[in-house]
């Protein structure tokens, strides 16, 4: 009787509810019935429906929110006649002009992943002090191993030590994905929303964890089961960071970069199937491929995540090698870097896929020799069909009864299926194993 009551007060049918329209007139909000004339005040996107029964008032908010945010691909960030990393997040030009001629010297906190700093940081602080920039610039181990809260409060006690006004001095995050991540989930908790911008310095963030709004840290043995949806106010991409990434990391990274070329983009695969070994041994450095490669992965990235920021659709084809990969990763930890997890996930869907009469065998063949052209594993012991089975039933936990499995149906094109049976993850499983264990990571 309980569970009836509560749902007849919470259950939202607008033909039955009254509508108000929100109008700001000096200064004080009001509700209005009637259409509101802009010249009575501003009026807001927001309402509220209101609906009266006999076991009392309902009153249901709308109110959208919007998120602005900026990718900029640039060169020479840490140049100090370069104004993006001071500006580069304001898009509005009286903003801008406000927030270059404010008389009160202007404060940046940044926070650093400690190998970064040893390669880079001396430039961040040479930058900020050439501008004559009040800053803090704070080292941490930001690996996969130490992602979690404890990280998370370490930077809310400096930042707060350190003080900055959360509306106008952006916390900078330079490092890796784990690094952007913890900030990200720290400047989201720092007085409710401190804006903070992301500067990658992996390949895997660089076309992945920079342009998204997720933020998380590892707990209760899971991958990312703390966090928020907070975009940055920016991301900064400057290739040249990419550099310095040992051969691994740059393999690493790839395997994003390729996820979205099989779900959305057949000339992205074709020339990472043809460019790949050229992009490893130049570290994505001075290359027309280089540039291209990069930029239709952001591109198509970008698609897939602005019309479903917070994930508010479960049917996401950037959940492509994201269904077996964090409990592999989880497991094996720190054996396996995320892209390689990622890699191995998709090489075992691509066999599902085939299976169910999706791809044939070449374009099967050809997709997991690209892998192998790009360094990445293909197989894993530990990937077991136990594993395979536990992952999908934890995914299914979440997935609102329905376990949605993005696909491949070709190259450079996919959809989300519904139905793929044990039966045809057992045959495929067993192939995969059959034909690729002989593959060892490296």
């Not at 997709?367 to 089975?389: D, N, Y």
Request: with cysteine; aromatic share 8%; charged share 25%.
């Amino acid at each position: 009787m309980e569970d009836q009551h509560s749902r007849s007060l919470i259950s939202v049918n607008t033909s039955s509810n009254t509508e108000f329209n929100l109008l700001q007139v000096n200064g004080t909000w009001v509700r209005r019935s009637q259409p509101c004339q802009l010249a009575e005040g501003k009026l807001s996107a927001a309402k509220i429906y209101e609906n009266k029964s006999g076991q009392g008032i309902c009153w249901t908010v709308v109110s959208p929110i919007t998120f602005t945010y900026r990718v900029v691909q640039c060169k020479d960030l840490l140049d100090a006649r370069n104004d993006t990393m001071l500006w580069g997040h304001i898009g509005d030009r009286d903003e801008l002009e406000a927030a270059m001629w404010n008389p009160r010297p202007a404060k940046r906190f940044v926070v650093i992943d400690e190998t970064v700093n040893q390669l880079y940081g001396s430039q961040v602080a040479q930058y900020f002090e050439a501008r004559e920039i009040v800053h803090k610039i704070l080292p941490l181990p930001t690996t996969e191993e130490n992602k979690s809260m404890e990280l998370v409060t370490k930077i809310l006690g400096e930042i707060h030590g350190f003080g900055v006004d959360r509306r106008a001095e952006p916390i900078i995050a330079i490092g890796g994905g784990v690094c952007l991540d913890v900030v990200g989930l720290a400047a989201s908790l720092y007085r409710r929303r401190t804006p903070y911008i992301r500067v990658p310095t992996t390949l895997l963030s660089y076309i992945d964890a920079s342009v998204g709004a997720k933020t998380g840290v590892n707990f209760a043995g899971g991958k990312n089961k703390v966090g928020s949806y907070v975009p940055p106010a920016a991301t900064f991409l400057d290739r040249s960071f990419l550099q310095t990434l040992p051969r691994r990391q740059i393999s690493n990274g790839m395997a994003e970069m390729l996820k979205m070329a099989l779900m959305k983009h057949k000339c992205l695969f074709e020339l990472l199937e043809a460019e790949g070994r050229n992009l490893l041994d130049s570290n994505f450095q001075s290359s027309d491929s280089a540039a291209e490669s990069t930029c239709i992965a952001i591109q198509t990235m970008l698609e897939e995540l602005a019309p479903n920021l917070w994930e508010d659709d479960l049917d996401r084809l950037v959940d492509f090698g994201h269904l077996i990969s964090p409990e592999l990763e989880m497991r094996v930890l720190p054996a396996l870097l995320h892209g390689e997890a990622v890699n191995i996930d998709m090489s075992f869907m691509v066999y599902v896929a085939q299976q169910r009469g999706l791809l044939t065998a070449r374009e099967r063949s050809r997709i997991i020799q690209c892998m192998s052209g790009l360094e990445l594993p293909v197989w894993h012991q530990e990937c077991t069909l136990a594993l395979v089975k536990k992952s999908l039933d934890e995914r299914l936990k979440h997935s609102a009864g329905s376990l949605r499995m993005p696909l491949p149906t070709g190259l450079g094109r996919a959809e989300i299926f519904h139905d793929v049976t044990d039966d045809i993850l057992c045959q495929a499983y067993q192939r995969w194993t059959d034909e690729l264990s002989s593959f060892s990571h490296k």
